[in-house]
Nanobody, 125 residues
Framework: QVQLVESGGGLVQAGGSLRLSCAAS????????MGWFRQAPGKEREFVAA????????YGVDSVKGRFTASRDNAKNTVYLQMNSLKPEDTAVYYC??????????????????WGKGTLVTVSS
């Protein structure tokens, strides 16, 4: 069993940066691929980025490549999403997720074993 708790969301101006954190409980954290999803009002939840169990491989959607970076610290049971050059269209609730699939396959919701409750990111223009 893995429990995930996100933090770090808030209000930021366009062009600014935020770093989201996701603290995980459970001794098996390091065996999971960790990912980030987001859901904007009125839209479906969408995959953003993922990082492999060892941290050596990352994968992200085209809309955030070069701006967002997923990383992890297994010693701290924490995964991060560094978000730079934020845009108003990045406004959403951001969710941390854990699964067994490789980072490029974590985008499929069926591969998610655990979800966090989300943290709201609002980007003003």
């Amino acid at each position: 069993q893995v429990q995930l708790v996100e933090s770090g969301g808030g209000l930021v101006q366009a062009g600014g940066s935020l770093r989201l954190s996701c603290a995980a409980s459970g001794r098996t954290f390091s065996s999971y691929t960790m990912g980030w999803f987001r859901q904007a009002p009125g839209k479906e939840r969408e995959f953003v980025a993922a990082v492999s169990w060892g941290g050596g491989r990352t994968y992200g959607v085209d809309s955030v490549k070069g701006r967002f970076t997923a990383s992890r610290d297994n010693a701290k049971n924490t995964v991060y999403l560094q978000m730079n050059s934020l845009k108003p269209e990045d406004t959403a609730v951001y969710y941390c997720a854990a699964g067994r699939a490789p980072p490029e396959r974590l985008s499929s919701l069926v591969n998610i074993d655990y979800w966090g409750k989300g943290t709201l990111v609002t980007v003003s223009s």
